[in-house]
């Protein structure tokens, strides 16, 4: 069995990270001053270098410790799983033991602990024990509570460009001995939404031989009838699309495209640039578009009160509509 690809192309030095030099640079210029901080953020779309950096600047504090004794310093904690007090104080607890070397403690979607979870983290980020540093890393960083932020150094991780990520496929295609065309590399690029990880998962299905679909066109149809207001063959897509994806990756696909619509209408290249010509988007209405994206993202919301989610998502598309 073949090596998964983002696991195989993972960078292992800050030179290596992709499509991220300015928040690079930033960490490097902090690391070589001594000014960084013993407490972090890294922000982010998922895919994008957050945690992978976070285990470079492990490494870099730690410069001169073997590697088979890294891990030992290096924490890695899911907030996701570990949401409550009692998984902080745990945490806590295990910072006070003095070891050989800095203690890094790798907080990752660092939004889901829960305010009090948070709340009893919050001395210790601001004083945490000489020799330990921690760095929280979230996908939405607007649900971490002030208090927390106002202790932590902020560094933002952004989508990956288009034309970056293609370059880095290619590479990666080239090593794997993959022959691809441009147009493929591009599509994966496009896919990819700005994470190096998603397309490199991409590539991995080319890699294997599995199929690869693409629902562009379906979502480009979806869109266009909601734009219309043609309920009837907004459901009959949505129930096509059903077939291959959840409900909810759905409508967060239609948020991404009126988001992008929204982006096209001011010239700015987007994702759907090549479905949607430039004279097209001129006249979006733009108002109407961010009321569409406000709508899906009431929809999204309604997804956790019923666990009903054909009902919520076609009730979502007729509302669209009107």
Known sequence: MSEVLALKYRPKTFEEVIGQDTTIKQ????????????????????GSGKTTSARIVAQVLNAGIPANELPMLVTEVDAASNTGVDNVREIIENIRY????????????????????????????????????????????????????SRCQIYEFSDVPVETLEKHYFFVAAEEKLTLTPEVIHTVAIKAEGSVRDG????????????????????????????????ATALEVVGQL???????????????WFY????????????????????AAKGFDLAHLQKLFATCLDVERNFNATPNSKSVLDMGVINLCL
């Open 27 to 46: 960490l490097k210029a902090a690391l070589e001053n001594n000014t960084l901080g013993h407490a972090l953020i890294f922000c982010g779309t998922r």
């Open 98 to 149: 003095s070891r050989k070397g800095h203690q890094v403690v790798i907080l990752d979607e660092a939004h889901m602990l829960s305010k009090n979870a948070f709340n009893s983290l919050l001395k210790t980020l601001e004083e945490p024990p000489p020799g330990v540093s921690f760095i929280l890393l979230t996908t939405e960083l607007h649900k971490l509570i002030p208090t927390v932020k």
């Open 200 to 231: 490199l998962s991409l590539l991995q299905k080319y890699l294997s031989g599995e199929e690869v679909e693409d629902f562009s066109d379906k979502y480009l149809e979806l869109v266009s009838a909601i734009y219309g207001q043609d309920v």
């Open 242 to 256: 059903r077939k291959n994806e959840e409900a909810r990756v759905i409508i967060q696909t239609l948020e991404k």
């Open 260 to 279: 992008w619509s929204s982006l096209e209408f001011f010239g700015m290249k987007t994702p759907i640039r090549d479905k949607i010509p430039a004279s």
